[in-house]
């Protein structure tokens, strides 16, 4: 409920400088909460201690909403900060872990936003203390909503993602045009270009 509430307010954030999301309202957090939580534990041939956290999603592409800093990005790029006061300071600083990373992957009917925290041996016998800090923080992202930090943030992907586009390299020619035309089709006409 915390990631969806995240959502919600990353979306009501980009909704002040536009038209109404597509997505605001929408109870992200309900669409399978019969289903969820689920918990599997591996045990690997080779040493390793990774606890990661799945969170299916409404459609990364009806998510759009400004092509420079789309909510999952913008949700994942918090969550794997490493600065001051983020996910990660927290966990290091009560040894619980190593590093923290987090990304979305977007198909056309749903995504899933991932967290992936690397475990120290102490944060592998207090996996339950680690998830209980993952979701304070989202919980505190949410709450937070459209707070000067958060609309730092969202500044921040906006510019990296203009320097990208601005300076990406280009494909062959008919691979660019397959590219393109496949936006047309999720994209408005001024979007397309820049829009995936």
């Known amino acids: 409920a915390a990631a969806a509430r995240l959502v919600q307010s990353a979306a009501e954030m980009a909704e002040a400088e536009g038209p109404p999301h597509p997505w605001a309202g929408c109870g992200a957090g309900e669409l399978v909460a019969s289903q969820l939580p689920f918990e599997l534990r591996v045990v690997p041939i080779k040493e390793r201690r990774t606890c990661r956290l799945?969170?299916?999603?409404?459609?990364?592409?009806?998510?759009?909403?400004?092509?420079?800093?789309?909510?999952?990005?913008?949700?994942?790029?918090?969550?794997?900060?490493?600065?001051?006061?983020?996910?990660y300071a927290c966990l290091q600083a009560e040894g619980l872990a190593t590093a923290v990373s987090a990304g979305a992957e977007?198909?056309?009917?749903?995504?899933?936003?991932?967290?992936?925290?690397?475990?120290?041996?102490?944060?592998?016998?207090?996996?339950?203390?680690?998830?209980?800090?993952?979701?304070?923080?989202?919980?505190?992202?949410?709450?937070?909503?459209?707070?000067?930090?958060?609309?730092?943030?969202?500044?921040?992907?906006?510019?990296?993602?203009?320097?990208?586009?601005?300076?990406?390299?280009r494909g062959d020619a008919a691979a660019e045009a397959r590219s393109w035309a496949a936006r047309m089709h999720v994209y408005s006409p001024q979007l397309a270009l820049s829009g995936g």
């Open 54 to 87: 799945a969170f299916p999603l409404p459609s990364r592409l009806s998510q759009h909403r400004d092509s420079r800093a789309p909510v999952l990005d913008y949700v994942t790029h918090l969550l794997a900060h490493e600065g001051e006061g983020s996910l």
């Open 106 to 169: 977007g198909l056309r009917d749903f995504a899933i936003a991932q967290v992936r925290i690397d475990l120290t041996p102490l944060g592998e016998e207090r996996v339950e203390v680690v998830l209980c800090r993952v979701f304070e923080y989202l919980a505190m992202l949410a709450e937070e909503g459209a707070g000067a930090a958060a609309r730092e943030a969202w500044a921040e992907l906006a510019m990296e993602r203009a320097l990208r586009w601005r300076f990406a390299e």
